[in-house]
């Protein structure tokens, strides 16, 4: 039982499945354009913006807007938009910015579907700019017009010749898309990639972002079959959740390089007051890109240079560059680069070594960076890097050349280009030098090897290319599903403290409540008892056993240590009586008597092992953040610490831990065991779910976290709560929606077989891989309406585009059946986004054992629900005329079907 994956609809009048034009079509493709404010007067944005789009043969036509005069520029224009009586795309607004909401509306009266709006004086002045804002965005709604801007330099499709902006000219067609917050910046930049050569498929100066941001652009590029990678040149980061689901998707097939400047605090200040926006923490931004398989870069010429590499050479496999030098010098200084930057020398094996010594001379190096002597000729460079890339342990080339008396920069140049694809290898070159070299660089780089001036520069961006090829294989490696309790259990529970908490006014719980919270994700606690007299505390203490410790219990301060509030290794009932007094007396004399209500003790930890700390802050702009590193109490001082976004998997979590330094000491040390980072992954698996799960607590800290080789214990917990009077819609979002658990159901067959129906998760790549395993030829050809291989449809590329889901884009849902060896996955539905709509387009596929038992009938009604619940209008799907069974499936939940060439096309509308 199958529903096929539809094929690419050439004709609109066939487009049943809704696969329309796309909104941003109107703003980058406009069959027709209306310039508000067109004028004749030198120097003007008016002026240069008509004489872009009249001078740019995009093949449309171009109307003034002007009530004052009949024509501009030789071309007739008229006084408002609404008087051209013709169909028009986009409107060009720029005339001043208090005029823009009453030109919005007339825009939306003549069926406008995209506006750029040029002009300033909007957030970035103040109050009365908001203000403005918010009419302009509320009229766009109205009508459901596309907004670029406002404040911003408009757009550039150099390949369909289309030049709405105010820029100097138009830049040269590429395959580069680049977006700008700063318009001054990027007309600096096209100034510069005229001079350099470089082309772009689009040009975006996005301004202040009222309407279209990061992810629409995104998104919109990642489709453009022009465009092979996108750079951005960011100042705030508007939408987190849509640039993040949006890069995320997009990355996977095309690079997108980042540099956002900000990472100094005036600098952020600076970019602050520019856009209106708060920058956030630069920090968190980094783990933000991290996370969706973005690659941040540190300056402009970095933009491009490294851009320019991925889009002709391979990605590395791993950090090991082979360097090929004919001098010493240049070697040592890209090797500095390329260590100080994470990157390592490949370290040569013998029989590479054995190789190059028959190819080489006596003299040469004989280690990496490997010298082949001021004298070499191109064959000897050529057979150098031949037997430096057929190294097993080289992920990558970076050949240098000095121009010496003996040298032929153009002839060894002509050797290499030979060398320009190495499969899984990327090769640089570094032709060092002015003139006598620019004839050797230029045929390498024509012939597709990225060719810089100084090797320092090709070490630099090798670095990049290889951090950002591992976080890529990371965010996609299979991760293992931790063993967690049952959920409806632990979420009850924390239900209670909370509202218990909130209940008394309170934002902070107690050390004990908040254990018991940590306890309900499966956290090992120490064993907490709470003592309101000396009596209780000696009785605690003599249940739990001596060595015991006493800490202050208070549902009003948080760090117990500043007010005397801990005492340790306390031995006999007396010592307990006495620390219980002593931490009373210390409350009272330096905060009052109000805050002590008594002590909890616990036992003393004698066991050797780590402090770490594990916590959670809110972001303004990526909501909850979670942080990992080295704890105790000096935490603060060595700053030894990790961020990253929730949810977690267990490959997220390793990384987390791999990027501190405390992660080395956890590998065992000096005769030390090592921690079992497997345990410890799960652990923050665990903890990542509690934050994502539970949006009423603002922040949360386990300090100290203590690890050994024998367990993982928190011997002390801190929860904040945020305050009752905020509503749950105004608390913090997260940036990543985490899985969505409220879509598992539990059916059974129509023969009584249990099995359940559950969102997809990373973890099932595995039962995934076996469940094509089981499908028969019958089925794949249903399926996908041909013969695809079981090679084709496991390969790990393509299980990941199925496993890893982002929730806000779509949803996949998997039959869960009892197998021989276990639970095995029964069956797949998948709603999947159509672009540019509402709709989603629905997919299904049931494993041949499990057919006609009625998981069909149960996975597009689960599916069919799903998709209401996340505001679908419609659900749609195709199907071969001669799919009986599907059809009737269909049919059961109120499908209407439309027959066309073979085919049907399904639909259910569902608002």
Request: proline residues 7%; hydrophobic residues 45%; charged residues 25%.
């Amino acid at each position: 039982m199958t529903v096929q994956t539809p094929a690419p609809i050439a004709d609109a009048s066939s487009d049943i499945l809704g696969v329309e034009r796309q909104p941003l079509d109107a703003i980058f493709h406009p069959r027709s354009v209306a310039v508000i404010g067109a004028t004749e007067k030198e120097g003007s944005v008016g002026r240069t913006i008509l004489w872009n789009l009249l001078s740019s043969p995009f093949g449309g036509t171009v109307y003034p807007v002007n009530p004052t005069r009949p024509a501009i520029l030789g071309v007739k224009a008229y006084a408002s938009i609404g008087a051209i009586g013709e169909p028009v795309d986009l409107a060009v607004i720029v005339t001043p910015a208090k005029s823009a909401p009453g030109l919005m509306a007339e825009c939306g009266l003549a069926g406008v579907r995209g506006v750029i709006i040029i002009s300033a004086g909007f957030k970035e002045i103040g109050p009365d700019g908001v203000e403005l804002e918010r009419q302009v965005l509320e009229v766009a709604r109205r009508y459901g017009i596309r907004v670029i801007g406002p404040n911003c330099l408009g757009i550039m499709n150099p390949v369909g010749a289309f030049n709405a902006t105010f820029a100097a000219g138009i830049a040269r067609p590429g395959r580069v898309g680049f977006v700008s917050q700063s318009g001054a910046l990027l007309t600096a930049i096209l100034d510069w990639a005229a001079h350099e050569n470089v082309g772009f498929s689009s040009i975006v100066s996005l301004g202040s972002m009222l309407d279209v941001g990061w992810g629409d652009v995104i998104d919109y590029l990642g489709d453009d079959p022009n465009t092979d990678s996108i750079v951005i040149y960011m100042e705030t980061i508007g939408d987190a959740r849509a640039f993040l689901s949006s890069a995320r998707e997009v990355a996977l097939t095309k690079p997108i390089i980042v540099i956002k400047p900000g990472r100094t605090a005036q600098a952020a200040k600076a970019a602050a007051s520019h856009t209106g926006s708060l920058t956030g923490s630069d920090d968190v931004l980094d783990s933000a890109f991290r996370r969706a398989g973005v690659l941040r870069v540190d300056s402009i010429s970095e933009l491009f240079e490294v851009s320019e590499i991925l889009a002709k050479q391979p990605r590395p496999a791993g950090r090991r560059l082979s360097i090929v030098t004919n001098a010493g010098g240049p070697g040592v200084l890209a090797t500095d680069a390329l260590i100080s930057g994470g990157g390592e020398l490949t370290e040569l094996t013998p029989e590479t070594m054995d190789r190059l010594n028959a190819v080489l001379p006596a003299v040469w190096s004989h280690n990496n960076p490997i010298d082949i002597i001021g004298d070499a000729p191109p064959e000897r460079y050529a057979k150098a890097l031949e037997v430096a890339a057929a190294d097993p342990e080289t992920d990558g080339l970076l050949v240098i050349l000095t121009p010496q008396a003996m040298t032929d920069p153009t002839a060894t140049a002509r050797a290499l280009a030979r060398y320009a694809r190495i499969e899984g290898k990327p090769v640089l070159a570094s032709w060092m030098g002015g003139e006598d070299v620019a004839e050797g660089a230029a045929v390498l780089r024509e012939a597709g090897i990225p060719t810089f001036a100084y090797p320092d520069t090709a070490c630099v961006l090798f670095n990049h290319l290889w951090r950002y090829a591992d976080n890529l294989r990371a965010l996609y490696e299979t991760p293992t599903l931790p063993v967690a309790p049952e959920r409806g259990e632990f979420r009850e529970e924390v239900d209670r403290i909370i509202a218990v908490v909130a209940a008394e006014g309170r934002t902070l719980l107690t050390e004990y409540e908040s254990k018991k919270v940590l306890a309900a994700y499966g956290i090992p606690i120490t064993d907490t008892e709470i003592a309101r007299t000396p009596d209780e505390a000696v009785a605690a203490a003599d249940e739990i056993g001596y060595p015991v410790v006493s800490k202050l219990l208070s549902r009003t301060i948080t760090h117990k240590t500043d007010v005397g509030g801990v005492c340790l290794n306390l031995r006999t009932p007396e010592q307990v009586v006495e620390a219980f007094e002593k931490i009373r007396d210390s409350v009272t004399a330096k905060v009052g008597a109000e805050h002590f209500e008594g002590v909890t003790i616990q036992p003393m930890i004698n066991w050797t092992g780590y402090e770490l700390i594990v916590g959670s802050t809110p972001d303004p702009q990526f909501g909850p953040v979670l942080l990992f590193g080295m704890g105790g109490q000096l935490v603060e001082v060595f700053r030894d610490r990790s961020l990253a976004l929730p949810p977690l998997n267990t490959t997220l979590a390793r990384r987390l831990i791999e990027r501190t330094k405390i992660a080395t000491a956890l590998r065992g040390v000096r005769g030390r065991r090592p921690i079992d980072t497997d345990v410890l992954a799960a652990l923050l698996v665990r903890f990542s779910e509690l934050v994502a799960e539970q949006p009423r607590i603002a922040e949360i800290d386990i300090n100290p976290l203590l690890a050994s080789p024998e367990r993982i214990l928190a011997l002390d917990a801190r929860v904040v709560l945020h305050p009752a009077s905020v509503p749950d819609e105004d608390l913090p979002r997260l940036a990543i929606r985490p899985y969505p658990y409220d879509y598992a159901r539990d059916y059974a067959t129509t023969d009584g077989v249990p099995f359940a129906v559950r969102p997809i998760r990373p973890e099932d790549e595995p039962g995934v891989a076996r469940f094509h395993a089981s499908l028969s030829a019958r089925t794949v050809r249903a399926r996908y309406g041909t013969d695809l291989a079981l090679t084709e449809r496991t390969a790990h590329e393509r299980l990941t585009r199925i496993c890893f889901v982002d929730y806000d884009r779509e949803i996949a849902l998997v039959a869960e059946a009892p197998g021989a060896g276990g639970p095995e996955i029964a069956g797949v539905v998948r709603l999947s986004r159509v672009h540019a709509t509402e709709d989603k387009q629905l997919t299904l596929v049931i494993a041949d054992a499990w057919q006609r038992r009625g998981i069909g009938t149960q996975m597009v009604r689960s599916a069919i629900a799903v998709a209401r619940k996340e505001g679908t209008e419609r659900v749609i799907a195709r199907l071969s005329e001669d799919n009986h069974p599907m059809r009737d499936l269909l049919a059961e939940h109120g499908f209407v079907f439309e027959g066309r060439d073979g085919q049907l096309f399904a639909s259910l509308g569902l608002r």
